[in-house]
């Protein structure tokens, strides 16, 4: 059974740091990632990682300060996110995909497997 378990995530004030983890189980994505989706808005791909952390691709909103890695052996994936500001608010979905372009980033919001969500909250 495919499943992607999602931890992490909480409350925080502007600047402060959280980290998400995500566990694949049942199949061996080509990227794995996470995009968010705040209340009104369209989901927007936040990082992504391809098999083997060959290479990441990270949204320019979020460029500089959240940092997605992978444990390869162990199918998860996380993301550091430091520096964290207001608009950061949003749920976070873990998702994963066959795609291992570039492409991965902007399309994690459409694939297939996804986390249930872990709501982040930034306050100023």
């Known amino acids: 059974q495919v499943q992607l378990a999602e931890s992490g995530g909480g409350s925080v004030q502007a600047g402060g740091s959280l980290r998400l983890s995500c566990v694949a189980s049942g199949f061996t994505p080509n990227c794995m990632g996470w995009f968010r989706q705040a209340p009104g808005k369209e989901p927007e791909g936040v990082a992504a990682i391809t098999s083997g952390g060959r290479s990441t691709y990270v949204a320019d909103s979020v460029k500089g300060r959240f940092t997605i890695s992978q444990d390869n052996a162990k199918k998860t994936v996380f993301l550091q996110m430091d520096s964290l500001k207001p608009e950061d608010t949003a749920i976070y979905y873990c998702?994963?995909?066959?795609?291992?372009?570039?492409?991965?980033?902007?399309?994690?919001?459409?694939?297939?497997?996804r986390g249930q969500g872990t709501q982040v909250t930034v306050s100023s």
């Open positions: 998702a994963a995909g066959p795609v291992s372009t570039a492409s991965c980033l902007s399309r994690l919001p459409a694939f297939p497997f």
